[in-house]
């Protein structure tokens, strides 16, 4: 059976973030939801297992009391059945103008507020916000007006200081979506061949995830050949055909249950290439001295310094793009990141990504990731990236 996490822990989360809210006198927390890419869904999705559909929400959490789903009139029905929220209203803010929904009932933000207040025994002072820098201006504004913005607070801490520790059941959700990447990476490399596109490629990876249960993708499928489409650090997978002598990048993260398993690999096809096998051994190099940092009460910022001195050593600092080493969860890329100035202590049961990034170069670019478990001893990788290794 595959492993996802129960009721219990979803209820578990909201209660443990209420505590939060009464030590730090938070008396409401908002937080916004929609179904972009990255980080549309996150909060939504860690506190009551919420993916919105076309329309956004928010979650309205008191420190007292029920949680209540604010969103459109299509989602009315849809969150009660597809999450652990219970609650939700439709608010005229989020109705399109031109779309009239006879089947639904328009509540006022003002009478869900105090309903809120009467279960609170107050009236709501002190809000938290996440996700406010996602937030559409016109829902800003709308909070604006009912709240002092500077009682605000930003509620996305909070939720940093319970995510970056894993339970064991998003342990296990975890290592399935790492699963499910080492099967799409396994898949998009058997069908590595000269002629073959891009989309093709990343065709076959996506089939095999889904089949394994992926919902979707925490960021685009990044499929790249040649110099010109993998030199950015980002890439669009188009198509482009392989052939004899292109670099070959290719990034994955699917999503299962709301978690993510996000790897990547890169080779020269079929030709040999000075410059670009320097880079991926010593960016396979620095990867394997991160996870030598990634113990139980380390200091974050070494696994980052000893990559970086990895790649400087092979005279190609000046192509390590960015901090590659974050926590993985509901997003892709999420806090603690491990940069060379974030003095973060590594714990038992935080899941990192190690991602080497080697990009902007003359000949192109690539990234090598990774996820690790970090545990009392050494680090679990949880994906045997060696058996992934393109010859």
């Known amino acids: 059976m595959n492993p996802k996490i129960s009721k219990e822990e979803f209820v578990m989360r909201q209660k443990r973030i209420q505590e939060l809210m009464l030590e730090r006198e938070i008396d409401l927390i908002v937080a916004y939801a929609d179904d972009r890419y990255v980080y549309g869904q996150a909060y939504a999705r860690w506190l009551c297992n919420y993916q919105p559909q076309f329309e956004p929400a928010c979650a309205l959490l008191p420190a007292k009391g029920d949680m209540v789903m604010i969103t459109g009139a299509e989602s009315e029905a849809f969150v009660p059945v597809s999450s652990y929220c219970d609650h939700a209203k439709v608010v005229e803010n989020f109705l399109h103008p031109d779309e009239k929904y006879p089947y639904v009932m328009i509540h006022s933000f003002d009478s869900i507020l105090k309903e809120m207040e009467g279960i609170l025994g107050k009236k709501i002072a002190t809000v938290g916000y996440a996700g406010l820098s996602d937030m559409p201006h016109a829902l800003y504004k709308m909070f604006q007006k009912k709240f002092d913005m500077g009682k605000s607070v930003d509620a996305s801490l ?64 990044m499929v790249a050949f040649g110099t010109m489409n993998t030199h950015p650090i980002l890439a669009r997978t188009t198509f482009r055909t392989l052939k004899k002598g292109d670099l070959v990048s290719i990034t994955i993260a699917p999503r299962y249950e709301g978690y993510h398993g996000p790897l990547a690999r890169a080779f020269v096809f079929e030709e040999t290439n000075e410059e670009m096998d320097i880079a991926l ?18 200091d974050g910022t070494a696994a980052d310094r000893v990559s970086r001195q990895v790649m400087r050593e092979a005279n190609l600092e000046q192509y390590y793009a960015y901090t590659g080493i974050h926590s993985v969860g509901v997003t ?47 680090p679990e990788q949880l994906v045997e990236l060696e058996t992934l290794i393109k010859k």
């Open 281 to 298: 051994t010593a960016a396979e190099r620095a990867m394997e001295a991160a996870k030598q940092e990634l113990v139980h009460g380390n």
């Open 332 to 378: 892709e890329f999420e806090a603690p990141i491990m940069g060379p100035e974030t003095k973060i202590c590594i714990e038992k049961n935080m899941v990192l990504s190690v991602d080497i990034p080697v990009f902007l170069a003359p000949w192109g670019g690539f990234r090598i990731e990774n996820g690790f478990l970090v545990t009392d001893g050494a």
């Open 158 to 221: 909070l939720f940093t200081q319970l995510r970056m520790i894993k339970s064991e059941s998003e342990i296990a959700v975890i290592r399935y979506a790492y699963r499910i990447g080492q099967a799409g990476m396994k898949a998009a490399l058997c069908e590595v061949r000269e002629g073959v596109s891009e989309r093709d490629i990343a065709a076959e990876a996506e089939y095999v995830m889904r089949k394994m249960g992926g919902e979707g993708l925490g960021i685009e499928m």
